[in-house]
């Protein structure tokens, strides 16, 4: 069964440093991997998505991610934090076969400190 | 904008009550999803549905029940409710194709006292 595993539950960073969210999948079949963020008492929203077009994705929020299949890595960086970005961040991935499910990390909690 | 609403955002329930909670989607999207949300366990699959009338399991559907009577709309069931059912509640929808995202309804918090 494909998964997505996120490592550290709870990441913590400055204002204006960099952000790393690590995501690591396991799939023996090329994935189809998204990051979504969830806000305080919202629902969640897409960051990007991987589509095997570039290996780099850049999405919204001035966030980007670098698939990495000899890594199977899929990690969610910013080059500087803002206060803002202190949310809630899940790695997914879909199964292979489907168009239909997707299976979630246990997410992310991002703290940014002033 | 595309969305998909939730009727409510909380609600607080008490054991063994019969709870509906409910999904309308604008996307004329096919396919709808219930998933239950706590923390340290990110989102859990409970059924999903690829067509009016028709439902799969997910990951964990014991306990609930849906119905998809008509395509926007995707309704999850808690027959007898219980307090293990205290939960966030998050529907989603999508359209086909691999590479097309879920986007979410604002969550329903639910309590069952």
């Known amino acids: 069964a494909q998964s997505v595993t996120q490592l550290g539950s709870h990441v913590s960073v400055s204002e204006g440093a960099l952000v790393l969210l690590r995501c690591n999948y396991s799939?023996?079949?090329?994935?189809?991997l998204f990051w979504y963020v969830q806000y305080p008492n919202q629902g969640l929203q897409l960051l990007l998505k991987?589509?095997?077009?570039?290996?780099l994705v850049k999405g919204i929020n001035g966030f980007e991610a670098e698939f990495k299949k000899s890594e199977t890595s899929f990690h969610l960086t910013k080059p500087s934090a803002h206060m803002s970005d202190a949310a809630e961040y899940f790695c997914?991935?879909?199964?292979?076969?489907?168009?239909?499910?997707?299976?979630f990390g246990s997410g992310t909690q991002l703290t940014v400190l002033p | 904008d595309v969305k998909v609403t939730q009727s409510s955002r909380y609600l607080v329930k008490r054991t063994g009550e019969k709870v509906f909670l409910e999904c309308v989607q604008d996307m004329d999207h096919e396919n709808m999803f219930w998933y239950r949300q706590d923390p340290g366990l990110g989102l859990r699959l409970i059924y999903f549905?690829?067509?009016?009338?028709?439902?799969e399991k997910g990951d964990i559907p014991e306990g609930y029940s849906v119905s998809r009577e008509k395509k926007e709309r995707f309704s999850l069931i808690l027959e007898s409710a219980s307090t293990n059912q205290t939960s966030m509640y998050l529907c989603?929808?999508?359209?086909?194709?691999?590479?097309?995202?879920?986007?979410f309804g604002p969550g329903t918090r639910l309590t069952v006292l």
């Open positions: 991987y589509t095997s077009a570039a290996t």
């Open positions: 989603a929808s999508t359209g086909g194709g691999v590479y097309n995202e879920q986007f």
């Open positions: 997914a991935v879909r199964i292979s076969g489907s168009a239909r499910q997707l299976t």
């Open positions: 549905s690829y067509d009016v009338k028709m439902k």
């Open positions: 799939s023996s079949v090329p994935p189809y």
